[in-house]
DNA sequence: GTCCATGCAAACCTTTTGCACTATA
DNA sequence: TATAGTGCAAAAGGTTTGCATGGAC
């Protein structure tokens, strides 16, 4: 097997997905090595397409079908988080960063995604918990918006509701 | 035209949607109406299928691409939200309720979903637009886990992941 | 040797679009 | 009467599945 992309040691990473199948009984592929240290060799989201093209950039020629399959387990053995930004398919991201949970700034305009911490998100969980008797297991914060490189570049959030908003009827 | 439903007086949130479409310049259909009321007496969170449904319920019949366009005209309107649960199709959900910006919980063993006020969210907001120099236009709490019915009905949370999981490598 | 994964193509599901026809203003 | 909407069916786009072949253990 031969490293796809190495900005970082992702041989470490690979290896609990290792673990994980071997735990869960399944066999270790190539593929799926090749998948996971794509998504771990990398703090960005990817989708599919960007996964697949990576690995066809690295020589490496591998179905859609896999890739999916892959991130499935991913998923599951919770070593990559799934998200869905409103764009029409998934991304992925690994949680094997010194911050595995975090929220997201998403810019409507160039599509860019930043992370930030928020022990609120937290204490609000609690509230809730408690007042709706809920027991929380994830949760997803998402602020949507505009960064700064667009906002300066002229970018203008496009209102187009009714002239005369109301809150409360 | 026909009530179709009428849980609440919806007569002038319909309106409300006239005056929209007019401002828009676009003319006030008997469809549009019909989809309007649909969404407009119910709090719950409708998909596309249950409009269709609430509407053959009621002896009317509009195609499913009358139903998206004319979510798309009550989405831009801002009299209507869209959501995504992850079931793999959209939400819509009218906001001319006493509380029109609210966070969800969704239960993900029976699916339901209630809403919550949480003033925290706009202090996170504030926060992130000053620390990352960000403009934000909306966002999107949502807190997953089990309601208390489910809870009590003997639903448990899957857990697949690693025995040991790590936060940090 | 057994069981499971892979790859391809077809299927699937929600949503969008093209087009002939119809309704609004 | 001009302009735009409707309904149907087909297309689109991301994701899933069936099946014959190939690989892991």
Known sequence: MRAVRTQQNTAPFVRLFGRYLREQGLPITQQ??????????TDRHLSVDEIEE???????????ATIYRTLDLLVRSQLVEEH??????????????????????????????????????????ERVAREYAFRPTRHK?????????????????????????????
């Open 141 to 169: 914060l998402e602020i949507y918006g505009l960064c700064e490189p667009c906002r300066e570049a002229g970018a203008e959030i496009p209102y187009e509701g009714l002239t005369c908003p109301i809150e409360t009827v």
């Open 54 to 64: 990576t690995l066809r950039a690295g020589g490496e020629r591998i179905g859609k």
């Open 32 to 41: 799926r090595e090749l998948v996971a240290e794509v998504v771990f060799s």
């Open 84 to 125: 869905d930004f409103g764009e029409g398919f998934k991304r992925y991201e690994h949680r094997l960063s010194p911050q595995p949970v975090h929220e997201h700034l998403i810019c409507t305009e160039c599509g860019g995604v930043w992370e930030f911490r928020s022990t609120e998100v937290e204490k609000i969980e």
